[in-house]
């Protein structure tokens, strides 16, 4: 006779009628980089601590999302929230990820997959970088003489390279004296020809703000350039600010509230 899979005790004392909720990051062979997704996981947690929170990784780093979907399925977890870490729409989250789920979809039918949107733009995302920014020293008195950089990984996609220029436009309008997008790879300016910039139109004091989650290759290289362009601030990455965990948990909220699209995936 046959007998029906059912979930393990583990599962059900997880899950319940709840998506588990699987953070897709991408990992980096600078440890630090995974720290700092582990430490963002647990305070994703902390705030719902009733939810099953998993990280995967798509490269370097264990454990990978293929090898996390076989886990979840073998406890017997059936619905699935994917949200990329990531914070534009380029070609991770439009070509990687999905190829991902639709691979592990094909593979274990049983399991119900959402993907999430990606977490910028948003306005958590900029007041997690106005904290970063006061963890460096600067005041909401300092706006006023202050041109801001906002650094980020940079992207051959035309669509995040907008997402990156009009987040700049939107954060300019609460008050700093500039805020101007720069890049560390694919797309100009790099960081140290925006503080050269601002420089050069007057700007009495310059930040950089890294719009990165993680530390790693990029993250220093943003690091590199504003030190060598004589930056009077420079900023943490996003790393586990506590905007980013309410933002994880919104992105999850909308997608869990949605229809599986395990169909779609598979088509």
Known sequence: ????????????????????????????????HAATVHALVRRVRALRPGLRVETGFLDFNAPSVPRVFEGLAADGVRDVVALPLLLTRAFHA???????????????????????????????LIDALERRLEGAGLTAGDKRSTGVVLASAGSSDPEAIAVIAE???????????????????????????????LRAEGVRRVAV?????????????????ARAAGADVLADVLGPAPELGRLLLARYDTAAAEAPVTAALTA
């Open 209 to 225: 703000a890294p719009y990165v989650i993680a530390p790693g290759f990029l993250p220093d290289r943003i690091a590199r350039g």
């Open 94 to 124: 439009k070509a990687d990820i999905p190829a991902v789920l639709r691979e592990a979809s094909a593979r274990l039918p049983q399991l119900r997959i959402r993907q999430a949107d990606v977490l910028g733009p948003s306005p958590l």
């Open 167 to 197: 987040i700049a436009r939107e954060w300019r309008r609460t008050g700093w004296c500039a805020v101007r997008p720069a890049f560390a790879s694919a797309s100009l300016p790099r960081t140290e020809d925006a503080v050269r910039q």
């Open 1 to 32: 006779m046959h007998r029906p899979v059912l979930p393990s005790p583990k599962a059900l004392a997880w899950q319940g009628h709840t998506p588990t909720l699987l953070v897709v990051a991408h990992g980096s062979r600078d440890p630090r």
